[in-house]
């Protein structure tokens, strides 16, 4: 075995004490994981855990889940797959620019939408009425690293998963830049899907936010993300300036005022909460027999936000539609996690 000294991952440690800001999260100094391991030599803490979240199983699936749109036929419109890409791409460039982690970035960005529910936040709000407790994607994201895949991450890469959302406060800037990263992706890529679906016309959008910040797409997203950058240069925290935050959140408002809420993108949301609703009941009446009544939420609730919408929807087709003799269906992957949780 190679010298640690000489590894590769131990130069690319130095590199990044050596030339990243005084601010940065440096991988040698991680927190650590729950579960020690051997080191590998290749690669550093940080950029493991982006490969481990980008080789799981909740994170593929996430081409077929929603962003907005439910079940698009158009190939253009987002999923919760390309949102997390982008999400991705702004938090990289934020990071380079501010001399930040760039591999931290990378690995809660792909990391922070693993645990959402298929039909977006319309699952997500429906799961949160149905379960004790509630429902939060953060914090599903965070159980599906941790217990249902086990990846063993480093604890500054759940930090940023679970805090990304709004009302959590990041431990690292580079998780702070995760978390502004994720809104002015989702404002701007829903306010092009929606244009593009004939919900809003350019026209429609706040003339003080478009003076500010262009009506033009990527002129809109460059502001954005130098109000971060200008405003984040050699300082501890990473933050839009206050003039750039106060129209970039007065947008985010008209977009739940006009396209969440509400508006024709809305209009199948009360089909998609019924396939939820109807399926939660469903696996918990099957579990009864085999499980104990205290863990069944759970697992059902594991289960089913884990699904994609078209694998809800077959699910749904099967336990609730007709249909002629054949063999009964058979849900493996709810007792196997029974068994798990057990």
């Known amino acids: 075995m190679e010298k640690i000294e000489n590894s590769i991952k131990y130069k690319l440690e130095q590199r990044e004490i050596d030339t990243l800001s005084e601010y940065a999260t440096k991988s040698r100094f991680t927190r650590g994981r729950r579960r020690d391991e051997d080191a590998c030599i290749m690669r550093t803490e940080f950029q493991r855990d982006r490969d481990r979240i980008l080789h799981s199983k909740a994170f593929r699936r996430l081409k077929h889940k929603t962003q907005v749109f439910l079940s698009p036929f158009d190939d253009h419109f987002r999923t919760r797959l390309t949102h997390t890409l982008e999400v991705s791409q702004i938090g990289r460039t934020i990071a380079r620019a501010l001399n930040m982690n760039e591999d931290l970035v990378e690995a809660i960005a792909l990391g922070h939408d693993l645990g959402h529910t298929p039909f977006g936040h319309c699952g997500e709000g429906v799961l949160n009425e149905l379960v004790n407790g509630g429902f939060h994607h953060n914090i599903q994201s965070v159980r599906v690293v941790e217990i249902l895949e086990d990846l063993n991450l480093c604890a500054e890469t759940i930090d940023g998963i679970l805090t990304h959302t709004w009302g959590y406060t990041p431990k690292t800037p580079e998780a702070q830049i995760v978390q502004l990263a994720d809104k002015i992706a989702y404002i701007n890529h829903d306010i092009e899907d929606s244009i593009r679906a004939g919900i809003i016309a350019e026209s429609d959008l706040p003339k003080d936010c478009i003076d500010y910040f262009s009506s033009v797409q990527s002129r809109r997203l460059n502001k954005m993300i130098n109000e971060i950058v ?98 009964g269906a058979k849900e493996d992957y709810l007792f196997k996690l029974a068994k798990i949780i057990n």
């Open 230 to 327: 200008n405003n984040s240069l050699g300082k501890p925290e990473v933050a839009m300036s206050e003039e750039g935050w106060h129209y970039t959140t007065k947008l985010r408002q008209w977009m739940f005022d006009n396209v969440y809420i509400d508006s024709p993108a809305k209009l199948e949301e009360k089909k998609a909460r019924n396939v939820i609703k109807e399926l939660f009941y469903l696996y918990c009446e099957m579990l009864k027999p085999v499980c104990e009544e205290c863990k069944i939420e759970r697992i059902v609730t594991d289960y089913i936000s884990g699904m994609t919408d078209r694998y809800a929807v077959e699910k749904f087709k099967e336990n609730f539609i007709p249909k002629g003799l054949q063999s």
